[in-house]
């Protein structure tokens, strides 16, 4: 059963950082591309940044110079290091997987239960 565990999520002023981690299990790793994407209420699920086994990386812009993805392939973790967070950046972040990083960042196979990011101004 694949499983897909973020945490790191929580309360931060505005201005602050945090990092987000998600741990797969259940699946080949080493065969899977890792997304982040999040959800502000009353919105669509946006994509936010997806990085590969071999460690290419894709942005979107709104996120670009800010969030920083990485993994750690040893761990099965996957970490977005988040910095000059925003009110407007508050929303249930997701970690998604798929078999490259064009699938990932669209339609992923797996997706998280999501960790709630709160910022406040």
């Known amino acids: 059963q694949v499983q897909l565990v973020e945490s790191g999520g929580g309360l931060v002023q505005a201005g602050g950082s945090l990092r987000l981690s998600c741990t797969a299990s259940?699946?080949?790793?080493?065969?899977?591309?890792v997304g982040w994407f999040r959800q502000a209420p009353g919105k669509e699920r946006e994509f936010l940044a997806c990085i590969s086994y071999g460690g290419r990386l894709d942005y979107a812009d709104s996120v670009k110079g800010r969030f920083t993805i990485s993994r750690d392939n040893a761990k099965n973790t996957v970490y977005l290091q988040m910095n000059s967070l925003k009110p407007e950046d508050t929303a249930v972040y997701y970690c998604?997987?798929?078999?490259?990083?064009?699938?990932?960042?669209?339609?992923?196979?797996?997706w998280g239960q999501g960790t709630q990011v709160t910022v406040s101004s």
């Open positions: 259940g699946l080949a790793f080493s065969r899977h591309s």
């Open positions: 998604a997987a798929g078999p490259n990083l064009a699938i990932v960042s669209t339609t992923p196979n797996y």
